[in-house]
């Protein structure tokens, strides 16, 4: 086995900094890449938790002036991984959400800040650490988008470069203006370039120029590709389809076990899925719910957002209330949304509960609590939540779109798939289709015989990382094959 060395670059990793399910991939992956001959390691912002928690720190250069104020590149580690930290002070020493303000406004300076994060990276790809010079640099998202483009644009022997797309909706869009402040020539400012309907988009800039191009999924590949799905960008995707690949996350089986998870009230597996009932009247109570084990109770954890499909539940609330059912909502996000789910809780006592905020402790206890965990997502790359759920007797409910179409086997669908049904698909992504689900499930939750088999097939499905970083094995093997 050909040995590789892969740079990974990543606006979050878990456990440094999460806001989302990139940081879970990016943390996860380079573990699981160990086992199949590929040393990686991650490229990340020194935020000041990065900062608190990087241990074993050593440093790599030292800038005078790097992208407006002094920076360093450190080495260091953390939980496993192995990390290359852009310590730039002026850039990523503030508190909080690593990409908005206090108020929920977009840091004015996050072109720099990303920019700045893209262009170390290209450099660690021209050997700017000699003990370690990558095979391949992997881009995460529009935050690193730019990587792929300074290596073309250096026009200098190079490693090869994977982009890969968690979230389409998110793309990078800045002024023209920041070109000549970020190191880049005007001349990609261009249609076959950074341009973007008058602007410039940092993750347009990694689609164009990425030897290779992944996304989350193999639903949401062929999505992207379309003119609704590719939000702008479908046309270029159409044209690199031969380099665009779907490879499905996974979850990080060892934090999310629920035999030894130390987050839940009680531990169980497969053949002990009586000691759920214990979890679910702690999440009840959690979550001032009325306490009873033969009322259905649904769990979410999410964003509160449209592209979650969060309006639509909502609209769902009424046929949750008379199918008998109780909803557990953590999450956050638009404001109408939050008001408005609060409401639903305040109006409903014992019926409906709602946390505002993100908890990682609570998100295990709804995994090992709910009946039935809901993602009813206009469109979703992967979703990490649903596997988290088929790992924890959580039946999923989601929407057919993404991810959540490749990962989930609905119950009308077990015979025709050859695979066991593991959970329920709704279409077309409307309340109605929505509530006529919810209906199914409570008929199918009071069969008691449906339901432990509809759990028992989700425990035993495979939603680790162990085949998925296989995929990306091979991809960088072959990659550097063709480049060679």
Known sequence: MTPV?????????YPLVKTGGLADVAGALPVALKTHGVEMRTLLPGYPDVMRLLSGTE??????????????????????????????????ARPGNPYVTADGVDWPDNGVRFAALSRVAADIGHALVPAFVPDVVHAHDWQAGLAPAYLHYDDRP???????????????????ALLGS????????????????????????????????TTVSPTYAKEIQSDEGGMGLGG????????????????????????TDPHIAYRFDAEELTFRAANKAVLQQQFNLDSSDETPLLGVISRLSWQKGLDLLLEAIPTI????????????????????????????????????????????????????????????????TQLCALRYGAVPIVSRVGG???????????DTSGHDATGFKFAPVTADALAGTLRKANVAFHDKLTWRRLQRSGLATDVSWRNRAGDYAALYRDLMARRS
């Not at 982009?163 to 909706?169: D, L």
């Not at 001349?187 to 290779?212: P, Q």
């Not at 109408?336 to 709602?354: E, H, K, S, T, W």
């Not at 959540?404 to 077990?414: S, Y």
Request: aromatic residues 8%; hydrophobic residues 45%.
């Open 5 to 13: 060395r892969v740079l990974a670059v990543a606006s979050e990793v």
């Open 59 to 92: 440093e790599l250069r030292r800038w005078p002036d790097y992208f407006g104020g002094p920076g360093r590149l450190l080495a260091g580690s953390h939980a496993g991984l192995d990390l290359f930290v852009l310590d730039v002070p002026h850039l990523y």
């Open 158 to 176: 190079r490693p090869g470069t994977v982009m890969t797309i968690h979230n389409m909706a998110y793309q990078g869009k800045f002024a023209p």
């Open 182 to 213: 970020i190191g880049l020539p005007w001349h990609a400012f261009n249609v076959d370039a950074l341009e973007y309907f008058g602007g410039i988009s940092f993750l347009k800039a990694g689609l164009r120029f990425a030897d290779r191009i």
């Open 236 to 259: 270029l995707l159409r044209q690199r389809s031969d380099v665009l690949s779907g490879i499905l996350n996974g979850v990080d089986t060892e934090v999310w076990n629920p035999q």
């Open 321 to 384: 209330l008379r199918e008998g059912m109780q909803l557990a909502l953590l999450g956050s996000g638009d404001r109408d949304l939050q008001d408005r789910y609060q409401a639903a809780a305040r109006a409903n006592p014992g019926r409906i509960g709602v946390v505002i905020g993100y908890d990682e402790i609570l998100a295990h206890l709804i995994q090992a609590g709910s009946d039935a965990l809901i993602v009813p997502s206009r469109f979703e790359p992967c979703g990490l």
């Open 404 to 414: 959540l179409e490749d990962t989930i086997v609905d119950i009308g669908e077990a």
